[in-house]
């Protein structure tokens, strides 16, 4: 088991190796697969082969909603994966699991609950996250165990989200890309420094 960064910075919805490598080497310390169908970030089978030979000092996260139990942990096998994000479902016993909850749900989490407990924003209709949509970040303050921010974060206002939050972690996605898919490096660069110098200052 890889050991737990001191603060997290995620990188979610990688769809392939090239934007896999450039997060890392921006400093990015966890990776986010999508395993949702709905997802316009979805992996299918034969665009995923890459990523359990993809490895090194992060955390690969397989996102996952409403799945099946023996699905995920397969999937997890399969793939290498170091931990499960579930989204409107439980992980696998045998599985490393980062519950996934929406703000709305938040006050639900109790201490140790889990490693550490994904909050992102309200979902919108067939969508129960990655939505891009921002909140009141206050309201994620003082949350129990690990908490990982999501929720519209970008480089101008992750710094600030983690000033009012004090989050373990941080994790973007839609406002790092070009299109729904393919990252933009230069955007994801700047959201990992500003996030990582705001963690360095608490």
């Known amino acids: 088991m890889k050991a737990l960064p001191e603060a997290l910075v995620k990188v979610c919805g990688i769809t392939n190796l090239r934007d896999a490598q450039a997060a890392v080497d921006a400093g990015a310390n966890a990776l986010g697969f999508n395993f949702y169908g709905k997802s316009p970030r979805y992996l ?10 993809f490895n090194g000092n992060f955390t690969k996260v397989g996102v996952f909603v409403d799945a099946d139990p023996g699905v995920v942990r397969d999937m997890a096998e399969l793939l290498r994966l ?11 016993p045998d599985v490393r699991t980062w519950p996934a909850l929406a703000i709305d749900d938040a006050a639900t989490i109790q201490e140790n609950q889990a490693e550490a407990v994904l909050v992102d924003a309200p979902p919108l209709p ?14 994620a303050a003082g949350l129990p165990g690990r908490i990982i921010l999501a929720g519209g974060l ?3 206002n992750v710094a600030e989200a983690i000033r009012i ?23 994801m660069a700047a959201f990992i420094r500003a996030a990582q110098k705001e963690f360095r200052a608490c």
């Open 154 to 156: 970008d480089e101008d």
């Open 44 to 53: 299918d089978v034969g665009e995923r082969d890459w990523i359990a030979d």
């Open 165 to 187: 939050a004090r989050p373990w972690g941080v994790d973007a996605c839609s406002r790092l890309e070009t299109r729904p898919g393919l990252k933009d490096h230069d955007k």
């Open 82 to 92: 170091d931990v499960v994000q579930v989204h409107l479902g439980i992980g696998p």
């Open 126 to 139: 067939g969508l129960p996250g990655g939505t891009g949509k921002t909140y009141d970040w206050s309201r």
